[in-house]
């Protein structure tokens, strides 16, 4: 028979559920042959374990730009550079930060018909100060995405779209304890003008961990995208963009 293990040695976490609410904006344009920019900012409120307000407190606003070559087809190859800011939430005892992220993405994607399944390989390069310690990091961030978009009527009007995505991160031991980040499933609904401007309404279920690796928390909450897309000739894209990105 097998002697149990200690208790000391079974690693306890603090649970919690956050709810959040997340906007965006952006706006994507040709710049040269196959490249392609976008532009945009992300907007993050935030309740508390005990206030279920998602709008309660603003806690974090992120502007970032992205530089898209679509010279392979099906293959987008992307990078990009994000600044974030995050904002004081006094109740949960988290301080005011920054962070400086580079990021650089591949994703391919694969036409069925009136749907489209994709897959999205990105690596994050976070650099920011520790709150706690006032130390400098750089943590290293793998993501992994797979999704699928649905044209829900023939006209290309209405559409949804459906990702789960996965996150690891790598850096001092003194910072981060415990590769896990976070997982994430979103679910959203698009509707376009056809003229270039598309509308998504989301729902966002993610598990995080801390960096120490002493606690788990449940974000859930609405999202909302607007995005407005430019193609060469002014002739309106009618593919609908991802769900909007939603960066803690």
């Known amino acids: 028979m097998l002697a149990a293990a200690p208790a000391a040695s079974v690693p306890t976490y603090a649970l919690?559920?956050?709810?959040?609410?997340?906007?965006?904006?952006?706006?994507?344009?040709?710049?040269?042959?196959?490249?392609?920019?976008?532009?945009?900012?992300?907007?993050?409120?935030?309740?508390?374990?005990?206030?279920r307000n998602p709008f309660a407190y603003l806690s974090q606003v992120s502007p970032w730009a992205w530089l898209h070559y679509d010279g392979f087809e099906n293959l987008r190859l992307s990078v990009a550079f994000q600044e974030a800011w995050m904002m004081a939430v006094s109740p949960m005892g988290i301080p005011s930060s920054h962070e400086e992220r580079f990021m650089a993405r591949a994703r391919v994607q694969q036409p069925k018909g009136a749907s489209a399944l994709y897959q999205m390989l990105q690596l994050d390069l976070r650099s920011l100060d520790d709150p706690t310690t006032g130390n400098h990091q750089i943590v290293f961030r793998p993501r992994f995405r797979?999704?699928?978009?649905?044209?829900?009527?023939?006209?290309?009007?209405?559409?949804?779209?459906?990702?789960?995505?996965?996150?690891?991160?790598?850096?001092?031991?003194?910072?981060?304890?415990?590769?896990?980040?976070?997982?994430r499933a979103v679910a959203?609904?698009?509707w376009t003008t056809k003229r270039g401007l598309f509308v998504t309404a989301a729902v966002l279920g993610?598990?995080?961990?801390?960096p120490p690796g002493t606690a788990l928390a449940f974000t859930f909450g609405p999202v909302l995208g607007l995005a407005y897309r430019i193609a060469p000739g002014g002739k309106a894209p009618e593919t609908p963009p991802e769900p909007p990105e939603i960066e803690q």
């Open 16 to 51: 919690g559920t956050l709810p959040v609410a997340a906007g965006q904006g952006d706006v994507e344009f040709p710049v040269a042959g196959d490249f392609r920019a976008q532009i945009g900012v992300l907007l993050l409120s935030q309740g508390t374990f005990d206030d």
């Open 146 to 183: 797979v999704g699928v978009g649905l044209n829900l009527d023939t006209s290309r009007i209405h559409s949804m779209a459906l990702y789960q995505e996965a996150a690891l991160r790598f850096g001092d031991s003194s910072y981060v304890a415990r590769a896990f980040d976070f997982y």
């Open 188 to 190: 959203g609904y698009t």
């Open 206 to 210: 993610q598990v995080s961990m801390n």
